[in-house]
């Protein structure tokens, strides 16, 4: 039974090395490698009971093996965590509530979800995937009436959004990003202007889909350093932390909201299924300095294979920002 239970073991650990093999370049760039290093850390938390196993077994090899794959997976999970130290929320700052949400362009539960995003009494709410269907049944629901300042740029299918914000809006574009439309908007808050922008990345399934979303992970930190007024980038990333773009994506002045006071796993994504819980975090709230962060959640958005995310945010005074859409970018 012990030599069949360390062949076992060593097959185990063959496939979680294997695993490791998506971080080598060029092999990274590919789709598939990119989808396992999407689960990478969750499933090398198979080499743990092998190490036990290989340890009462004396199997000194294996031991070995799966120990190394061990510490591989407490690094991951260290850096995985940006290595940030929280931003707080300062006393004296403007505290709101932002909420993202992937409504998904096929739910046939558009109304209930609206009502159950107006009832989270946000103050900024972002929604991908806004088709010209959910943006006529949005039109008729409570959290359109509920938002004076409303900016939409409905699309067919995945990469059409929509932005509601009780604080105005003082400028506004569909911006190109590496191919997708990405809706800017430009508050005026009581503390200056905040660009945010309602992100939505391809998913990385080709090649030529992981070239595209790469580009848009740096145009997108290129834009955030263009200008310096407070920045918001919330939405769907189709990227967690072990994803290469969306770390150096955070290398500069940004930080995801998760790695400042998230708890847990924070996965949003496949959201709603009964026997399958949320693997993968593809949703973020990604701020620029200046910008404090209080509490982050996700919560299951019905009908949706997403769930959204609420932030609690705080704008210090004072900001640097005249409260006027100023400035130029030019995408790299």
């Known amino acids: 039974m012990t030599s069949v239970s360390t062949r076992v073991g060593w097959m185990v650990v063959a496939a979680l090395a294997a695993a490791v093999t998506a971080r080598v370049p060029p092999a990274r760039r590919l789709p598939l490698a990119i989808g396992v290093r999407g689960v990478e850390r969750r499933i090398l938390i198979a ?10 077994a004396r199997r000194r090899a294996l031991s070995v093996a799966a120990g190394a794959l061990a510490v591989l997976h407490i690094v991951a999970s260290v ?8 931003h707080p929320i300062d006393d004296g700052s403007l505290c709101f509530r932002l909420v993202t949400a992937n409504l ?16 989270e009494d946000a103050d900024v709410v972002l929604l991908q995937e806004v088709t010209p269907e959910v943006l006529a049944v949005l039109r008729r629901s409570c959290l359109w009436s509920a938002y004076p300042h409303r900016r939409v740029a409905a699309r067919p299918e995945y990469h059409g959004a929509a932005t ?5 809006v003082v400028h506004d574009e569909v911006l190109d990003v590496a191919g997708s439309p990405m809706l800017r908007t430009d508050l005026a808050t009581p503390r200056g202007r905040v660009r945010v922008v309602n992100v939505h990345t391809v998913a990385p399934l080709t090649r030529g889909q992981a070239r595209r979303w790469d580009r848009q992970m740096a145009w997108l930190g290129a834009f955030a350093d263009a200008d310096a007024s407070p920045v918001i980038l919330a939405g ?9 773009p969306f770390r150096r994506l955070l290398r500069g002045g940004l930080r995801d909201a ?10 949003t994504w496949p959201s709603g299924h009964r026997f399958l819980p949320a693997l993968l975090r593809l949703d973020h709230v990604v701020t620029g300095d200046g910008i404090g962060v209080g509490s982050l959640r996700a919560v299951p958005s019905v009908g949706s294979d997403h769930a959204r995310l609420v932030a609690e945010l705080g704008i210090p005074d004072p900001l640097h920002s005249d409260g006027q859409a100023s400035g130029s970018f030019s995408p790299v």
């Open 258 to 267: 998760f790695d400042a006071v998230g708890r847990g796993s924070g996965a």
């Open 164 to 168: 509601f914000s009780r604080f105005p």
């Open 47 to 56: 080499a743990y009971p092998i190490v036990v196993f290989a340890g009462l």
């Open 236 to 244: 769907d990333f189709n990227a967690t932390g072990d994803h290469a």
């Open 104 to 119: 998904l362009c096929s739910n046939s539960d558009i109304s209930r979800l609206s009502d159950e995003i107006a009832a």
């Open 79 to 86: 850096r995985a965590r940006g290595g940030r130290r929280p």
